[in-house]
T-cell receptor, first 112, second 113 residues
């Protein structure tokens, strides 16, 4: 069974800081890596995904994937108080189910 | 944006009672999923479906049944609710298996007493 581990568990940063979130996974053949954002009392919302080694940038978000080291990171530039949420790393399972395996998440608090 | 609606938003049930959680999507998506979220375990897949009238077991199906009577509707059924099933339940849909973009509902908070 694929395992997904995230670090740190929680993070407090001042507004405008660069935020770096880490995720490690156990299966190098995993199809896709996703980052979801979850605000309190809400369902998770997909932020960004990456399939191939390298990096991908969308707005203030950049994700880096290294399949050899089984590691992916999410970087949030110029963080805002509205970015305060739980960030979930999810790994797509090879096969035909569309299933995702989620990590426990990193709780981010951006202080004004 | 894709819309997934869950009902009820919260529920209190008694141990041994029957509970039905409902999910409705208006996205015309083929795939639907039920996850539960617990502190210390994260999101775990209970059941999923890729076509009406068919359901598949996820990673933690014991104690749960699922029903997909139409493309739009997907229910999770707890025939004999237990204390260990207290959790937040999320329904999600996706267009197909390859993209893995899940659109989640707002969740149902279930307390079994």
């Amino acid at each position: 069974q694929e395992k997904v581990q995230q670090s740190p568990e929680s993070l407090i940063v001042p507004e405008g800081a660069m935020v770096s979130l880490n995720c490690s996974f156990s299966d190098s053949a995993s199809q896709s890596i996703w980052w979801y954002q979850q605000h309190p009392g809400k369902g998770p919302k997909a932020l960004i995904s990456i399939f191939s080694n390298g990096n991908k940038k969308e707005g203030r978000l950049t994700v880096y994937l290294n399949r050899a080291s089984l590691h992916v990171s999410l970087h949030i530039k110029d963080s805002q108080p509205s970015d305060s949420a739980v960030y979930l790393c999810a790994v797509g399972i090879t096969g035909n189910t569309g299933k995702l395996i989620f990590g426990l998440g990193t709780t981010l608090q951006v202080q004004p | 944006e894709a819309a997934v609606t869950q009902s009820p938003r919260s529920k209190v049930a008694v141990t041994g009672g029957k509970v039905t959680l409902s999910c409705h999507q208006t996205n015309n998506h083929d795939y639907m999923y039920w996850y539960r979220q617990d502190t210390g375990h994260g999101l775990r897949l209970i059941h999923y479906s890729y076509v009406a009238d068919s359901t598949e077991k996820g990673d933690i199906p014991d104690g749960y049944k699922a029903s997909r009577p139409s493309q739009e509707n997907f229910s999770l059924i707890l025939e004999l609710a237990s204390l260990s099933q207290t959790a937040v339940y999320f329904c999600a849909s996706s267009e197909d298996k390859s993209q893995n973009t899940l659109y989640f509902g707002a969740g149902t908070r279930l307390s079994v007493l």
